[in-house]
């Protein structure tokens, strides 16, 4: 049987980390046999508070953001939205309620949304610019007004933003503008197979590939980086799924468990443990 280069590339990892298989309980998978690190792309991965620290306060608010860096994370995640008066605001279903109906962001005026919402300015205004900053870009037109309050605001933390959608072309107009770029999916999607994707996603200047954490294995990570894309993995919330992801050499991770994400960190990279960012 004739095995393409990734498939090569696979199995050759796995005999150095281990046999990747699926079992049963939280964690959902787990490796064994793991003896070394594979290196990240990064000099230090980035610790992503998932909706800020959500599994400590009330998720995409100012508190949960700033709690969050304070607990350790180098990097926040949210989704962004577009008022009716192209407001950028932070929220994960986009849709809220007024007088008993549910109503989409995008109908309203940001003075009608709930207070707890918050724009992306007061994002900035509340927790500064020394973090990453990963958005998912709920709208046509929300990655431009990202680029626009950034740039105003906390121009130097333009290459820290890490703008990410689930069909990669959206992406493309957001090119030379100074922020990162996220191909956010999931494998089974990715039809040409992932050593193709990751060359078009080099050829077209699409910075990352994301996927769960159940999709990774270190062979594919491995082929990422080959092609000098970064490799972020999301939903790891126990430290039998965060530890592994380390140490198969992701890039990015994504936790709600902020804390357990930060203690993961330093069992695996022991004084590379990510700094808690200032509050301005």
């Not at 696979?10 to 787990?30: D, E, K, P």
């Not at 605001?89 to 003075?111: A, C, N, T, Y």
């Not at 992406?171 to 999931?186: A, K």
């Not at 468990?257 to 808690?276: F, N, Q």
Request: net charge negative; glycine share 10%.
């Amino acid at each position: 049987m004739l095995l393409n280069a990734e498939s090569v590339l696979g199995i050759r990892v796995c005999i150095v980390l281990g046999v990747r298989h699926r079992v049963r309980g939280r964690a959902g998978w787990q490796h064994h046999g793991v003896q070394q690190r594979l290196p990240s792309l990064l000099e230090e991965p980035i610790a992503f508070a998932h909706r800020g620290a959500r599994a400590h306060a009330p998720e995409n608010t100012l508190e949960a953001f700033a709690l969050g860096l304070r607990l350790g994370a180098t990097g926040l995640e949210s989704d962004v939205w577009l008022t009716a008066d192209g407001i950028p605001v932070l929220d994960h279903d986009g849709v809220v309620s007024v007088r008993l109906r549910k109503r989409p962001i995008g109908e309203l005026r940001r003075d009608e949304l709930p207070e707890h919402i918050p724009t992306l300015a007061e994002l900035f205004e509340t927790c500064g610019s020394a973090y990453h900053l990963s958005l998912d870009l709920k709208d046509p037109g929300s990655g431009a007004a990202v680029v626009e309050v950034a740039t105003e605001m906390v121009p130097d933390m333009l290459e820290r933003i890490w703008l990410g959608a689930p069909v990669w072309q959206s992406l493309l107009d957001l090119r030379g503008c100074g922020v990162r770029l996220v191909d956010s999916t999931r494998l089974h999607k990715i039809k040409e197979g992932t050593e193709r994707r990751a060359a078009t996603l080099m050829t077209e200047g699409i910075d990352v590939l994301n996927m769960h954490h159940t999709d990774w294995n270190g062979g594919l990570v491995a082929l990422l980086h080959r092609f000098n894309r970064l490799a972020f993995g999301w939903d790891m919330q126990f430290p039998d799924v965060l530890q592994p992801a380390l140490r198969m050499g992701l890039d990015g991770i994504y936790s709600d468990w902020v804390d357990r994400m930060i203690d993961a960190y330093r069992a695996e990279l022991g004084a590379s443990r990510p700094p808690a960012a200032p509050a301005p």
